[in-house]
C-alpha cells in the first residue's frame, strides 16, 4: 500500500522568507513523488515531479523539493515566499514497485504567505 | 493548447437521483483518472480509463461507474446519491499508464447531494 503524510495543517510565512511544506511517503517499492497546489475553488496545478535521478528537483514559480530517500520525505521548498503563494498544497505519490497506477494524495497543507 | 475541461461547472441533486460528469482530457493525452476530493481532504481515486477500459478503480461502491469514448473524453456516473456524495469531482489526463506520467487535473465539477 502508498501513502502520505502531511504533518501540518497550516503553515505561514512572512513575504520574502523562506518556505518549507513537509511531506513524508510510504511505499514498498521506490517511490514516484508530486507535489500540486489548489487555489480556491479551481482543481489541482501540477509544480513538480521526482521519477528518479537528483535529489533536488526544480519545478514551476521558484518551487524545488528535495527528495531524502532515508528519511521518507519529499518536502517542498521556495527561497521567498510571495504572498500569491498563499494556497492548499498536495504532495502525493505513486508506488513504482506495484500495479497501481493512481495517485495516493496527503491530506493537504493550507499555505499563508503574510504580507 | 486547451488543457484538461470538465462540466458541468456546479450540479445539485437530491438524494436518489443519478449524475454524470464529463471531462475532455488535455490534448495528445489519452488516459483519464478521476477523483472524488470531500471538503477539507485531499483527492481519492476512483478508478481510471485507458483505452476505453476501466484500468484500475479505488475503494468505491459499484454506484460509480464510468466510460471512456473513442475520443479519448470520459464520463463519471454516480447512481442512487447519498448525502455523502457531495465534493468536488477532479478529472485528470495523463499519457499512457507508465507511472512515470504527470496527472494534469481539470477545474472539477462541484456536486451538492440535497
Known amino acids: 500500500a502508498q501513502s502520505v503524510a502531511q504533518p501540518e495543517d497550516q503553515v505561514n510565512v512572512a513575504e520574502g522568507n523562506p518556505l518549507t511544506v513537509k511531506c513524508t511517503y510510504s511505499v514498498s517499492g521506490n517511490p514516484y513523488l508530486f507535489w500540486y497546489v489548489q487555489y480556491p475553488n479551481r482543481g489541482l496545478q501540477f509544480l513538480l515531479k521526482y521519477i528518479t535521478g537528483d535529489n533536488l528537483v526544480k519545478g514551476s514559480y521558484g518551487f524545488e523539493a528535495e527528495f531524502n530517500k532515508s528519511q521518507t520525505s519529499f518536502h517542498l521548498k521556495k527561497p521567498s515566499a510571495l504572498v500569491s503563494d498563499s494556497a492548499l498544497y498536495f504532495c502525493a505519490v505513486r508506488d513504482m514497485g506495484g500495479s497501481a497506477r493512481q495517485l495516493t494524495f496527503g491530506s493537504g497543507t493550507q499555505l499563508t504567505v503574510l504580507p | 493548447d486547451a488543457g484538461v475541461t470538465q462540466s458541468p461547472t456546479h450540479l445539485i441533486k437530491t438524494r436518489g437521483q443519478q449524475v454524470t460528469l464529463r471531462c475532455s482530457p488535455k490534448s495528445g493525452h489519452d488516459t483519464v483518472s478521476w477523483y472524488q476530493q470531500a471538503l477539507g481532504q485531499g483527492p481519492q481515486f476512483i478508478f481510471q480509463y485507458y483505452e476505453e477500459e476501466e484500468r484500475q478503480r479505488g475503494n468505491f461502491p459499484d454506484r460509480f461507474s464510468g466510460h471512456q469514448f473513442p475520443n479519448y473524453s470520459s464520463e463519471l456516473n454516480v447512481n442512487a446519491l447519498l448525502l455523502g456524495d457531495s465534493a468536488l469531482y477532479l478529472c485528470?489526463?495523463?499519457?499512457?499508464?507508465?507511472?512515470?506520467?504527470?496527472?494534469?487535473f481539470g477545474p472539477g465539477t462541484r456536486l451538492t447531494v440535497l
Open positions: 485528470a489526463s495523463s499519457q499512457g499508464t507508465s507511472g512515470t506520467d504527470t496527472q494534469y
